[in-house]
């Protein structure tokens, strides 16, 4: 995308955002069993952004930096449908197989929207280290797999799952697509803090097809996950300082504006340079994994370090300078607060990003 | 409580604190034994928590207005609940340094949260300002929680700025008629009662027109709506009145006199703000929590680093605060020790939350609401103790705001020790 295409599609973003996605339904969408609205779902899948997946020039897909955008949009605007499932993990599963045919196949229902497809990467244990435990065996007409995954988000809206399990013959980690429905897939949801809905699925010699090897293949869709949740992170930072600029500037107490007080400036001062280097690292970072840059694992460390520590520094502060309100659900403030908090818990926290950094060699 | 008792005992052994000799000194001056009743608290709480409230505690879960009702009255069946107030009154005439000690110990020991605006607050103001028929209807039900009070300060546009509030009293022959809204009023849900500063006098200094005046919630035009709060509990509420009759014997003091009564009631429990017992608390989870973890992820150097950090920050703010506590003792209170002991009180208790919620967030954080005050029926992700820990962790949110936000007390820090 040029530029003049990006600023084209940011605005439109923006339009859609302000009188296509009607933030008063959020409890709404959080009591429906899927955690979001499938007629706003339609609606998304409808707007032709799905067609920026749609590869040119022999690429298997679009730039990342091109989707920048659209996450950040979904991060201020909190959408709850499961774009992830569409754009994300999935992208970078699908560019790593061999077979050209089946390739075109799932990219061609990924974008059409009729076959959006979850991640199913993470198992039950602590941390972010990706041991994979899950096991799978030839059967006469494929794989059968055996394991436990979770934290999976957008089950609820997929037509099958990617789920990585060690490839028998290899003995190392390998992609396999399950289908929604197989025998032996059980998913137990569960509503998460940000009142989205994740679940966690035991598979008992559940029919699966093998996608390609999970290596390179998972860490690309984990930094594609990654950087993606980096511009959702992106777009909360811009709703929290916008929301709490404007709320000082209207809040009158002692006879002025809030805003009026210089160390009440100064803290959202703060808040908008952490969001500015975030804008920036993010960029380059996208630019790295399109790139194949070979330093990418100590980028996307970085930049967790930094974004975790912007997200929470900025979420915390825009509840404390929205008084009481901040701690209501009537704004979107707290929202962004337990998102925050959320999207730590998918990605990695601070601790742990430069814990992992200070290991690298 | 996370992990087995052996992971508390090692931090509490770890921070036994022995009493301070400048404790016992004072505590000696004002008639008591420190060391002595600090046991007597500790072996209190150690035998007599009910099983059920004792369940909650470990699981962080919101106690009900019945539980809490009932574990006052356990109190007060010591002579503990009204310790505060003058012996006249009921109470045993405690001084600050015996009411911070008391509740230091219940805080430790993750009791629930005495509701302070009857016995803390309403009880020493109907002693101080309250006339004979006043303190003989109101103190018995307060001491002996039957009667639930609610504090009605704050109003939409008077949050800091408590001066400007606009909840209008007209006085009648025998009644004053009420009409305005009070807003963020703390279990107003469970209330019998509300006392309100209202305004009487519309012109002149805004706060020589204010008055303390008590409002039975029974009373016609009275409309309570709880307010939703982001941890999905129910704490806070809008008050609404309108037109409603409130008989003029309900007036405390005299008419202009609730602003003075509003300050005592701030300088009243400024100290217990601290909440130094609950860090203590709080801070045992924190290292229960880690040494429950696998692959030792909970021994990790950055955490044991993080963990020293919050010890620096428990310690040096529990000698503040007993500093404080023996000075106001004293009659020597210096006016900055409230405010910087608010500040720093919710900050640490805000740090321990994230590094607890830091730990938990390796096994993927949920939030199952109905697991607040109630064990989670069916499937749950997750320790049964999570949702309690994430709901506790969203209200601390709440500690830098309520009771005068922390921008508030730096500004009164400022003008104090500036002289701005």
């Known amino acids: 995308m040029d530029a003049e295409s990006q600023a084209l599609f940011a605005a439109m973003l923006e339009r859609y955002n302000r009188d296509g996605y009607d933030a008063s339904q959020w409890s709404e969408y959080g009591l429906s069993p899927q955690g979001y609205a499938p007629a706003q779902w339609s609606e998304m899948q409808a707007m032709g952004w799905f067609e920026l997946l749609r590869p040119d020039d022999g690429q298997a897909a679009a730039p990342l930096a091109d989707l920048l955008p659209l996450f950040a949009s979904a991060g201020e605007a909190l959408w709850r449908e499961p774009i992830g499932n569409v754009l994300a993990e999935p992208v970078a599963v699908i560019a790593a197989m061999d077979d050209g045919e089946r390739r075109r196949e799932l990219l061609a229902g990924l974008i059409s929207g009729e076959r959006p497809l979850a991640y199913a990467h993470r198992e039950p244990g602590e941390g972010w280290s990706g041991e994979i435990a899950a096991t799978t065996t030839k059967t006469a007409a494929g794989y059968a797999l055996d394991g436990r995954k979770t934290m999976v988000v957008g089950e609820a809206a997929c037509a099958a799952l990617i789920v990585s399990a060690i490839d028998p013959e290899m003995q190392a980690p390998a992609l396999f697509l399950v289908e929604a429905r197989a025998q032996g897939l059980g998913a137990q949801r569960y509503r998460t803090l940000d009142d989205l809905v994740a679940a966690d699925l035991s598979f008992s010699h559940t029919p699966a097809e093998r996608l390609c090897s999970g290596c390179p293949a998972i860490q690309r869709a984990n930094a594609r996950g990654a950087i993606l949740a980096a511009a959702e992170s992106l777009g909360i930072m811009r709703g929290a300082n916008r929301d709490s600029t404007e709320y000082l500037r209207e809040r009158k107490q002692f006879g002025q504006a809030l805003l009026g007080f210089q160390a009440l400036q100064h803290r959202l001062v703060e808040m908008h340079m952490r969001q500015h280097e975030c804008e920036a690292l993010v960029a380059s970072v996208a630019e790295a994994f399109d790139d194949q840059a070979p330093d990418l694992d100590r980028q996307l460390l970085v930049l967790r370090v930094q974004i975790s520590r912007a997200l929470r520094h900025i979420t915390r502060e825009a509840v404390q300078l929205h008084g009481g309100m901040g701690v209501t659900q009537a704004l979107r403030i707290g929202r962004y607060y337990k998102r925050a908090l959320m999207l730590d818990s998918f990605q990695g926290t601070a601790d742990w990003a430069l814990e992992a950094l200070s290991e690298l060699r | ?420």
């Open chain 2, 1 to 420: 409580m996370f992990g087995d008792s052996a992971d508390r005992g090692r931090w509490e052994a770890a921070v036994f604190e022995p009493e301070r000799s400048a404790v016992q000194r004072a505590a000696a001056t004002a008639g008591f034994d420190a060391m002595q009743f600090r046991a007597e608290l500790r072996a209190f709480c150690r035998d007599q928590v009910p099983a059920d409230i004792r369940q909650q505690i470990g699981k962080h879960q919101y106690f009900s207005r019945e539980q809490r009702i009932r574990w006052q009255r356990l109190l007060q069946a010591q002579g503990w609940f009204v310790g505060h107030w003058p012996k006249a009154h009921g109470g045993q005439g405690w001084g600050q340094l015996q009411r911070f000690i008391f509740i230091e110990e219940l805080e430790r020991a993750g009791t629930p949260w005495l509701t302070h605006f009857g016995t803390s607050f309403l009880g020493p103001v109907l002693c101080a300002f309250g006339n004979d028929a006043q303190r003989a209807r109101f103190l018995g039900p307060i001491r002996d929680s039957e009667e639930w009070w609610c504090q009605g300060f704050s109003e939409p546009g008077s949050g800091s700025d408590l001066a400007s509030l606009k909840l209008r009293a007209e006085r009648g022959e025998s009644h004053y008629r009420v009409n305005g809204q009070k807003t963020w009023t703390t279990m107003a849900q469970w209330a019998d009662w509300i006392f309100c500063l209202v305004r009487t006098q519309a012109s002149g200094r805004p706060q020589a027109g204010i008055s303390f005046l008590l409002i039975d919630l029974k009373s016609p035009g009275v409309t309570v709506r709880p307010i939703e709060t982001f941890d999905g509990g129910q704490h806070v509420n809008e008050v609404f009145f309108d037109d409603v009759e409130v008989p003029l014997a309900n007036l405390v003091g005299q008419e202009g006199e609730g602003w003075a009564i509003a300050k005592f009631i701030v300088s009243r429990e400024r100290l217990l703000v601290t909440e130094i017992g609950k860090a203590f608390h709080l801070l045992g989870e924190l290292h229960a929590i880690a040494a429950t973890m696998k692959l030792g992820l909970g021994d990790t150097a950055t955490f044991r680093r993080r963990a020293a950090e919050l010890e620096v920050q428990y310690r040096s703010l529990r000698a503040t605060a007993y500093a404080a506590v023996i000075e106001a003792e004293a009659g020597r209170e210096h006016p900055i020790d409230a405010s910087l002991l608010k500040i720093r009180g919710s900050e640490l208790q805000q740090a321990i939350f994230d590094a607890i919620t830091d730990l938990l967030a390796r096994n993927g954080l949920a939030f199952q609401i109905e697991g607040i005050a109630a064990d989670i029926v069916g499937y749950r992700h997750g320790d049964p103790r999570l949702p309690g820990l994430l709901h506790e962790h969203l209200h601390s949110r709440a500690a830098s705001i309520y009771g005068g936000s922390n921008e508030i007390q730096r500004g009164i820090i400022a003008k104090t020790e500036l002289r701005v």
